[in-house]
């Protein structure tokens, strides 16, 4: 098997492709949808880029968007072009459209809308974790999804953390939104 990246874990291989792993079909869908999720997640941070000058965001947007391009990186390269997303496109725009707009209220509209994407991602990674947790010859996959998912929380404590006096009713009522476009997101990037 021919090893096309290392995790930061010293043993932790992965396999050049997706196919060396033979996953089954609902597990190959949970990856397609990681896939398109961080790209949502790269244009998220890019949206929020393009419209905020806040240097406190700017600062934290930057900081974030090297983690999810490093995530997206590895399922674009470990991935065959056949499990990518028909609808990267859209991705894309949903994702660079969940960072603009709240870039245009201020960065508690921003740190309140990544920590509740980040809230779904953790609970997304999560199951896939879980999952794969009886099964040995999926162990490396497993790891670098809890590198992944580890990452994500890291982002969620940050922004949590930068929410001056807490969340707020809208807030609230955003993070439900946000929570239920990321489902259907899933469900359909796991389909298309």
Same mark, same amino acid.
């Given at each position: 098997?021919?090893?096309?990246?290392?995790?930061?874990?010293?043993?932790?291989?992965?396999?050049?492709?997706?196919?060396?792993?033979?996953?089954? =079909?609902?597990?190959?869908?949970?990856?397609?949808?990681?896939?398109? /999720?961080?790209? @949502?997640?790269?244009?998220?941070?890019?949206?929020?880029?393009?419209? *905020?000058? #806040?240097?406190?965001?700017? /600062?934290?947007?930057?900081?974030?968007?090297?983690?999810? +391009?490093?995530?997206?990186?590895?399922?674009?390269?470990?991935?065959?072009?056949? +499990?990518?997303?028909?609808?990267?496109?859209?991705?894309?725009? *949903? @994702?660079?459209?969940?960072?603009?707009?709240?870039?245009?209220?201020?960065?508690? %509209?921003?740190?309140?809308?990544? %920590? %509740?994407?980040?809230?779904? !991602?953790? /609970?997304?990674?999560?199951?896939?974790?879980?999952?794969? *947790?009886? =099964?040995?010859?999926? *162990? #490396?996959?497993?790891?670098?999804?809890? =590198?992944?998912?580890?990452?994500? !929380?890291?982002?969620? #404590?940050?922004?949590?953390?930068?929410?001056? /006096?807490?969340?707020?009713?809208?807030?609230?009522?955003?993070?439900?939104?946000?929570?239920? @476009?990321?489902?259907? @997101?899933?469900?359909?990037?796991?389909?298309?």
């Amino acid at each position: 098997m021919d090893v096309v990246t290392q995790s930061s874990e010293p043993h932790t291989v992965i396999p050049a492709s997706f196919d060396d792993l033979a996953l089954p =079909e609902a597990l190959a869908r949970d990856l397609q949808s990681d896939h398109a /999720g961080e790209t @949502g997640a790269v244009f998220i941070y890019r949206g929020i880029l393009a419209l *905020s000058r #806040d240097p406190v965001v700017v /600062g934290f947007a930057r900081h974030h968007l090297e983690t999810e +391009r490093r995530h997206l990186a590895f399922f674009e390269r470990w991935l065959p072009a056949s +499990r990518h997303s028909a609808l990267t496109p859209l991705w894309r725009l *949903s @994702g660079w459209l969940l960072g603009a707009l709240p870039a245009l209220f201020g960065r508690r %509209a921003i740190f309140v809308t990544i %920590a %509740a994407v980040e809230t779904f !991602v953790e /609970g997304h990674y999560q199951a896939q974790i879980e999952a794969l *947790s009886s =099964e040995p010859r999926w *162990s #490396d996959l497993r790891a670098r999804l809890i =590198e992944f998912c580890a990452d994500e !929380v890291e982002h969620r #404590d940050d922004a949590a953390g930068r929410v001056p /006096g807490g969340r707020f009713a809208a807030g609230r009522l955003w993070t439900r939104v946000i929570d239920l @476009g990321s489902r259907a @997101g899933v469900w359909v990037a796991r389909r298309v």
